[in-house]
């Protein structure tokens, strides 16, 4: 280990030997922001610590050299290796000079404990980016020579943890490929710490009491302000449920009061707070403005859109603000990484997630399909129709004009993994055909490519339902429980695969307009009959739906009957029922004819459809279930109900009818419909939101203010849960307000929801926030019944 690197004095050139965190950091710091001071262990010695095990296995042996290309498939055999490497590296030997150098340099700082922060930086010869967050964990340490080789140890077995394994393979990445740095810094007890998500559209800052890594663990609800960029104004705040908080045994800071409940060997504890702390806001007024004003000095450089996580450390007599992570880095450093121009020159709503570089294709006439589309382009379109599911299969990036976060373009995008920009302005006047873009659907931003920096096509960073899958399905074996059911949305036969791997108690939405397209050439099924062609689309309409339910059983599977608006429906009987001269025509046709109502007037593909179901079930599965869409009144209800009982489908025991609760008027007419057989209802928090509020999903603009979190949207929520438990019957939601707000999923667990369906890219976040939400309530269970907090000092 030739030297460290300080951050204060990290170059260029030194970027790949010290990986991004450490990169960014040191540019931050550089221009006189206040980052906690440091030095890097460079990804060098990691190579030659590897260098010096002494091993007879071939595999150790050859691990400095390896392509780490193993069969991912054999998760036993990949939990196997990864053990075997891990052991081999926390068994070996530090020489004892670099550990020495690192402690010399680290009593510089005259403190008792250090944190260790890996700092990736992949190499530029690598098939394609990734999103490493979370991928590794930071290690802390007391400082001594023993604890500093053991933590080192920690932090570089982390590259062969299985996830890390398969993510790698996922990659195609040798390890060659990979930069593995070692961020060490000094750490000390924190007032509060947090984060900062800047958007375009305002600002989110967190907070909690004590280090971090209660936020980072979820293990509290941190308290939350809704900050207005422009002036710094808070616009809202919300006290969250810290019951717990972590820190160094330092009995100088952690008082007799307080109840320690675990500590780990590296002194950290976790301790309950007082009853009166808990009521408290993290940040005092004066902490609360030094973030804001931190934040918007970070606005000059690196852009209206970034992440930063920050402490408050409880240093005396002056407690300070340092920044520990900026999250956002390319616009920092324009040009860098990506090389494309800042400022972006469209900025819209985030609707999915990653970033994409290729051809715009641009479609200035959005009322009629596109033609032949190539591979891989950038779409840009005012907006996007259901039925441009099989060219959207093509794109590998999305620009609307309109459309708000629960748009068609936005649902579909985030269903197929696409990176997506909505609510565009102008985007197919601004952008020309052919021009090469990159789409940030992250930061909602798009950016025009000058150079040739960026290869065609590429995706870095996109949170597709296969990555989803690949977190899970072989690197997960022991997560933790959870009561409320996890579901997934679905209607794509290909992502069938990637979806049953998922931790998933089945599928709560199969959207049969999505499914369906993939089959009808264009056509309505109402033109199939008219056509004499009904059995042949019975046929078809059956092998779609078995696809699902024989991948997912015995887990059910809970299919959505069509639901098309009018002008969203392919040709066949859209002319027949539009209002002429109208500009609401669109909007009239899509309430009038929705739902269960087209059932009513026009039954017989309702009829074809429910022959579908039974074609399955007497197929042998007994996992499926019918969700009645658009539902406005009990005898539209009774209507489907008694078609269902005519196609035979209430004879197999399992099968249960539910309804969609997305009209308001379920809300005074739930009893009713449990009466007339409704056995449990799933909110559709989309059609919900429209209705209550009078807004339109395409409406992006209006969409940022009037959305799902709205008091009135969420009292709904609550009270069709609270009915539905009086009722005794099961209570879902499967609408697009968890995966796009996971900040509610605390409070739809609190209320008692039974299930909650997303879409596969969600399903990791999902999954542990209602982990989190859950281990809360039970810490107030418990900490209620023992009476923390009600005892006298």
């Not at 002494?54 to 595999?59: D, P």
């Not at 004892?96 to 530029?124: C, D, H």
């Not at 609307?400 to 102008?426: F, K, N, Y």
């Not at 099961?730 to 997303?758: H, N, R």
């Amino acid at each position: 280990m030739d030297k460290l690197y300080w951050l204060d004095q990290i170059k260029l050139q030194d970027r790949t030997q010290v990986g991004d965190k450490a990169f960014y950091l040191s540019k931050i710091m550089q221009r006189g922001y206040p980052v906690v001071p440091g030095f890097v262990v460079s990804a060098e010695v990691l190579r030659q610590f590897l260098t010096t095990l002494n091993s007879t296995s071939a595999l150790v042996a050859d691990l400095p050299y390896s392509s780490l290309h193993l069969d991912v498939a054999n998760w036993r055999q990949l939990q196997q290796v990864a053990g075997r490497l891990r052991q081999e590296i926390m068994t070996g030997t530090v020489p004892p000079q670099w550990v020495n150098k690192i402690f010399v340099a680290a009593k510089e700082w005259q403190t008792g404990y250090m944190i260790l922060r890996p700092s990736l930086a992949l190499s530029a010869i690598t098939p394609r980016g990734g999103n490493t967050s979370g991928l590794l964990d930071a290690i802390f340490c007391r400082c001594d020579e023993e604890a500093i080789a053991l933590a080192l140890k920690r932090t570089w077995s982390q590259l062969f943890r299985a996830r890390s394994l398969l993510y790698w393979r996922r990659l195609s990445v040798n390890l060659q490929q990979i930069n593995l740095a070692v961020l060490v810094q000094p750490v000390e007890n924190a007032i509060a710490s947090g984060l900062l998500y800047a958007h375009s559209s305002g600002w989110t800052i967190e907070a909690t009491k004590g280090l971090g890594i209660a936020l980072s663990q979820g293990d509290v609800q941190p308290d939350v302000y809704y900050i207005q960029q422009e002036t710094g104004v808070v616009l809202e705040r919300h006290l969250g449920n810290k019951m717990l908080a972590y820190g160094f045994d330092d009995a100088a800071t952690l008082d007799s009061h307080r109840l320690v409940i675990s500590a780990d060997n590296t002194d950290i504890v976790t301790y309950v707070l007082e009853e009166a702390q808990q009521k408290q806001y993290a940040l005092s007024e004066k902490y609360l403005q030094q973030v804001i004003t931190l934040g918007n000095q970070l606005v000059s450089e690196i852009g209206n859109n970034y992440t930063i996580k920050w402490t408050i450390s409880d240093q005396t007599p002056d407690p300070t603000l340092h920044l520990t992570q900026v999250s956002s880095p390319q616009s920092a450093i324009p040009n860098l990484q990506y090389g494309y121009t800042t400022p972006p020159i469209i900025k819209g709503l985030a609707a999915s997630g990653g970033r994409v570089t290729a051809k715009a294709h641009v479609i200035t006439d959005a009322h009629k399909q596109p033609g032949k589309i190539d591979k891989g382009v950038i779409l840009v379109v005012a907006t996007i129709a259901p039925d441009w599911l099989p060219f959207l299969q093509q794109v590998s990036g999305i620009i609307t004009e309109w459309g708000g976060l629960t748009s068609h373009a936005a649902i579909l995008a985030r269903e197929l993994g696409i990176p997506a920009v909505v609510s565009a302005a102008d985007a197919t006047v601004l952008i020309q055909n052919g021009e090469r873009l990159l789409v940030d659907g992250d930061r909602a931003e798009v950016y025009r490519i000058r150079g040739e920096k960026a290869a065609e096509g590429e995706t870095q960073e996109l949170k597709s339902p296969e990555s989803t899958v690949a977190s899970y399905s072989h690197v997960n074996p022991h997560l933790p429980m959870i009561s409320t059911q996890l579901l997934v949305n679905l209607s794509q036969p290909r992502l069938i695969e990637q979806g049953q791997s998922l931790p998933v108690d089945g599928v709560g939405l199969l959207r049969s307009e999505l499914m369906l397209l993939n089959i009808l050439e264009g056509q309505h099924p109402h033109s199939w009959l008219v056509g004499g062609r009904q059995a042949e689309l019975l046929e078809k309409w059956t092998e779609q739906i078995i696809q699902f339910t024989r991948a997912f059983a015995p887990r059910p599977v809970f299919y959505r009957s069509l639901d098309w608006r009018s002008h969203e429906l392919p040709s066949g009987l859209h002319n027949q029922h539009s209002v002429k001269n109208s500009p609401l025509s669109d909007v009239y046709d899509g309430l009038r004819l929705r739902g269960t109502f087209s059932y009513v007037c026009n039954p017989a593909v309702f009829e074809l459809e429910l022959t579908a179901l039974a074609n399955v079930q007497k197929a042998g599965y007994s996992n499926l279930n019918l969700l009645l869409p658009f539902v406005r009144s009990v005898a539209e209800f009774s209507f489907c109900r008694a078609k269902v009982e005519q196609a035979g489908l209430t004879q197999v025991p399992q099968f249960q009818l539910w309804m969609m609760a997305e009209v308001p008027s379920v809300l005074f007419l739930l009893p009713e419909y449990v009466k007339a057989g409704v056995a449990g209802i799933s909110i559709g928090t989309n059609d919900l939101t429209q209705l209550l509020l009078g807004v339109d999903r395409e409406q992006g603009q209006i969409t940022r203010v009037l959305n799902e979190r709205h008091p009135a949207v969420m009292g709904a929520i609550a009270q069709l849960i609270q009915m539905a438990k009086t009722a005794g019957i099961p209570c879902s939601i499967c609408g697009q307000a968890p995966a796009i707000y996971p900040e509610i999923i605390d409070q739809l667990v609190e209320w008692g929801i039974t299930s909650i369906s997303v879409e596969p890219e969600a399903v990791e976040r999902t999954y542990r926030a209602i982990a989190r939400a859950e281990h809360r309530l039970i810490l107030a269970a418990a900490r209620k019944q023992i009476g923390i907090g009600d005892r006298p000092c």
